[in-house]
């Protein structure tokens, strides 16, 4: 997974070079990225002030924290 200025998450095949699936949904540049064990999950956090958790199969939301008052940046 990469942090994106562009406010988005990319789930990003090395091998082939390509965005496999782009997680959008925060309103300012992503600063922090995680990728579960078994890649079936990545967790964002933005200078939006929220956290999100993803569903990396169907690119979908997934849960959405955002008791933050400022940057999630870990």
């Not at 990545?42 to 956290?51: I, V, W």
Request: glycine share 12%.
């Amino acid at each position: 997974v990469v942090a994106s200025g562009d406010r988005s998450v990319r789930f990003y095949d090395v091998e082939g070079r390509r965005d496999v699936k782009r997680f959008v949904g925060h309103t300012a540049s992503v600063w922090a990225v995680a990728l579960s064990g078994d890649a079936k999950s990545a967790a964002s956090g933005s200078l939006d002030g929220t956290a999100r958790v993803w569903d990396t199969q169907t690119g979908l939301e997934a849960g959405k924290y955002a008791d933050h008052t400022g940057l999630v940046s870990a």
